[in-house]
């Protein structure tokens, strides 16, 4: 009985674990301007962690912002996630690029830090 939970178990792994794809959606967001997207939100949840309350004093709706700045609504950019996150080593690429994006931003700010202090 061991052995048959064994093998059954094994065999829905395997069956779940298939490369499956998520269908490309009509209205995708293009590749490089989600990374953009990606980047912007990943500012904004830092600044909601950091000081929760900026966001809000300015009355600033970060997923309203989003959608706005970009002109997409919330579903286009849901099935645009959901699509490229299926694609998990182009997903991981697209992330690799967001942390160069905050690292030049973090670059440039300590420059223009130490310009200042000068």
Known sequence: MKRLLFFLSFFILL???????????DNLIDEDKMVDILFDVSILEAIK?????????????????????????SLQFAKSDLYYASDVA??????????????????????????IKK
């Not at 697209?94 to 130490?114: F, G, L, P, Q, W």
């Open 90 to 115: 182009n997903y991981e690429k697209m992330y690799k690029k967001v942390i160069e994006k905050i690292d030049n931003v973090r670059k440039t700010d300590s420059i223009n830090n130490a310009k």
């Open 15 to 25: 069956t779940s674990c298939k490369n499956t794809t998520v269908e490309k959606p």
């Open 49 to 73: 962690v950091t000081n929760p309350k900026s966001l809000e004093t300015r009355k600033i709706n970060s997923n309203k912002y989003i959608y706005q700045k970009y002109k997409i609504d």
